[in-house]
């Protein structure tokens, strides 16, 4: 016995996590895509087959179409951003400036906060803040809260997100920026390479590792939003808000369609997996 123990030992701290991960992710992974072919209201165990019904109903769901789009705009502003303004203030933070410290730790500091806390604030920044400095100022558009308005709460939810959600990008290209060997950038300054040709042709080739990342946790983080959605907007006004992870919650926990809500879960599901093995495919042709 003693001696399988010996040999084996190590299966232990494998077998251990997989279990837990069929348990918690596999199993109700599964039983979630057996859950949207039916009608399950959640309340009870019982449940009609219906099919792919729930997915035909999705066609024409104008819930569904404009969860949709809000959350493609969210999820493009969300890439775009954290890839575009955590390249360039990375690269201001490895360059040689008074403070260095204090601003990595700056920028740093949203990634440590929760999202729905700082949704919480920005909330009341955008209700009671910025409409009471635009009554001083005596700036019209100002003195309305962006929550209020169909245009200004999509600009709002992007904003948040996107100021909590660079900070991590930040670090991951300040990372790679310091990987890059001295020598070649040196190299590159004694040829006469000014600062564009030095980003386009050393820094961005060796940062695409850390775009590829940086992309997929700004894919999940877009496609995936919730907490930090409900809590700013609750999804409104007229549904403007309304991400496909709160249009989830809302058919399951308030309309109790635990059925049609599993389908499009799904469906997100699907999505993003299709993406990101697009993308890492892609990224690897790239890479040095």
């Known amino acids: 016995m003693r001696k399988v123990l010996n040999k084996y030992w190590g299966w232990v701290f494998l077998i251990v996590p997989l279990i837990l991960q069929a348990v918690f992710f596999y199993f109700p992974m599964f039983q979630g895509a057996f859950y949207s072919l039916t009608?399950?209201?959640?309340?009870?165990?019982?449940?009609?087959f219906v099919g792919l019904n729930n997915y035909k109903i999705l066609m024409t769901d104008s819930k569904f179409m404009k969860a949709i789009g809000f959350t493609l705009i969210l999820t493009i502003a969300l890439i775009v951003g954290e890839?575009?303004?955590?390249?360039l203030i990375a690269r201001v933070l490895n360059s040689?400036?008074?403070?260095?410290?204090?601003?990595?730790?700056w920028f740093f500091f949203p990634a440590?906060?929760?999202?729905?806390?700082?949704?919480?604030i920005f909330k009341q920044v955008f209700n009671y803040g910025l409409p009471a400095i635009g009554s001083a100022l005596?700036?019209?558009?100002?003195?309305?809260?962006?929550?209020?308005?169909m245009g200004g709460a999509v600009f709002a939810a992007v904003f948040v997100l996107l100021w909590q959600g660079v900070a991590m990008p930040i670090i991951i290209f300040l990372a790679g920026l310091q990987s890059i060997p001295s020598d070649i950038t040196e190299a590159a300054a004694i040829d006469g390479a000014n600062s564009k040709q030095t980003f386009f042709n050393i820094e961005l080739p060796y940062l695409l590792p850390s775009i590829s990342m940086v992309f997929i946790m700004a894919l999940k983080a877009g496609l995936t939003a919730f907490d930090q959605i409900f809590a700013l907007t609750g999804g409104g006004p007229s549904n403007s808000t309304t991400s496909i992870g709160l249009l989830v919650y809302n058919y399951a926990f308030k309309s109790n369609q635990y059925g049609y809500a599993n389908a499009i879960a799904l469906i997100l599901f699907i999505v993003i997996a299709?993406?990101?093995?697009?993308?890492?495919?892609?990224?690897?042709?790239?890479e040095i």
Do not use: M
């Open 274 to 286: 299709i993406v990101s093995i697009l993308q890492i495919r892609l990224s690897r042709r790239f």
């Open 112 to 120: 440590v906060l929760s999202g729905l806390t700082v949704s919480l």
């Open 83 to 87: 890839i575009v303004l955590g390249i």
């Open 138 to 149: 005596h700036i019209g558009w100002l003195e309305t809260s962006l929550l209020g308005t």
């Open 39 to 48: 009608n399950w209201t959640g309340l009870t165990y019982n449940f009609e």
């Open 96 to 105: 040689k400036i008074k403070g260095q410290t204090f601003f990595r730790a």
